[in-house]
């Protein structure tokens, strides 16, 4: 048994419950509650596991973070077309904006470990639903390698495979922004969830629950009497 989870530890697959908050470095995402929730922000650099629906808001939940970087924002393949003109409007930078459209998915890695390494780019977004450990764990050492953190967006994969990420987070659409699940954080407790309320950022998106128009019974007969 010692020898399989010294294995496990080589190969960052083991969280220890006495890692401190203070030995990973972190930035603000640029909203305060879901700073609070991430004990200050995301960390500085490494790999993130989003698993999300394509569409609900899970890039645009990451657009306060990704306008406060001063080097490139590199998107590969994401699942639709990306709108240049909406970013800007957002107040996104588009000359720092990178878009790649690999052949296959091992270009799309190479071309995403190269990003990292340059020291060019300060996030990058690679949408990929499979992925192996060691092809993590070569990106954690790119973004380590670059200063950059390294954005995997997954739709919501059946997989219960634990990938060595630094942060894993599960966005499913909730009718006031998103709700979030925590469900890896290196440095921090993890398995928290809660609602990410997005009215006061963006209410232009945001449509109240409509009134209840249902008729009593009671009120039919009234109307409908002789």
């Not at 949408?127 to 380590?144: C, F, S, T």
């Not at 990420?165 to 909730?174: D, G, I, M, Q």
Request: net charge positive.
């Amino acid at each position: 048994m010692s020898d399989l989870i010294d294995l496990l530890q080589r190969q960052q697959l083991v969280w220890h419950g006495n890692e401190q908050l203070s030995n990973v470095e972190r930035v603000s995402t640029g909203i305060k509650t879901f700073d609070k929730y991430l004990q200050g922000g995301l960390p500085k650099h490494g790999v993130i596991d989003i698993q999300a629906p394509h569409g609900i808001g899970e890039i645009r939940v990451l657009l306060p973070y990704l306008k406060q970087q001063e080097r490139l924002t590199v998107f590969i393949n994401p699942p639709g077309y990306v709108n240049g003109h909406g970013l800007f409007h957002l107040g996104f930078d588009t000359t720092r904006l990178l878009v790649v459209h690999p052949d296959n998915d091992i270009d799309a890695l190479w071309s995403a470990e190269q990003c990292l390494k340059s020291g060019a780019c300060s996030s990058v977004i690679l949408w990929q639903d499979r992925l192996a450990i060691h092809q993590i764990k070569r990106l954690q050492l790119a973004a380590e390698q670059g200063g950059a953190l390294q954005f995997i967006m997954r739709n919501n994969t059946s997989s219960h495979l634990s990938l060595p990420v630094s942060l894993c987070l599960k966005f499913a659409a909730h009718n006031k922004g998103l709700e979030v699940s925590i469900n890896k954080q290196k440095g921090g407790w993890s398995k928290s969830r809660f609602v990410l309320m997005l009215e006061s950022y963006w209410p232009e998106l945001y449509q109240p629950p409509k009134a209840d128009k249902v008729i009593s019974l009671s009120e039919h007969r009234k109307w409908v009497s002789p």
